[in-house]
């Protein structure tokens, strides 16, 4: 073979070489592009739960203070009416 023709297999060669690993690099970024995305709608629906979840929670919350402001009212009027009463019978 020529040196010429030698040179130029060799050029080409190296191209299709180069162009092959270039295309492995896209697919394995394309590949950890997809990851990522798929990372990522895993996380978001993590957190649209967990947001759903704090709502149920403080939801609960607001109900056990509702009941808890009841009941301290009803603890406030029995001291009061023992109050009374206990001075009702030292008047006695």
Avoid: C, F
């Avoid at 040179?7 to 394309?30: C, F, P, Q």
Wanted: overall charge neutral.
């Amino acid at each position: 073979m020529q040196p010429q023709v030698k040179e130029k297999i060799l050029a080409v060669a190296l191209l299709v070489i180069t162009g092959w690993m270039g295309s492995a690099a896209v697919a394995y970024d394309s590949g950890v592009y997809d990851n990522l995305n798929r990372s990522r709608d895993a996380l978001l629906s993590q957190r649209e739960h967990l947001e759903q979840t704090a709502d149920s929670l403080n939801k609960r919350i607001a109900q056990l203070q509702q009941q808890l402001d009841s009941v301290n009212s009803y603890l406030r009027d029995t001291d009061r009416a023992i109050r009374d009463v206990d001075s009702a019978l030292r008047r006695y």
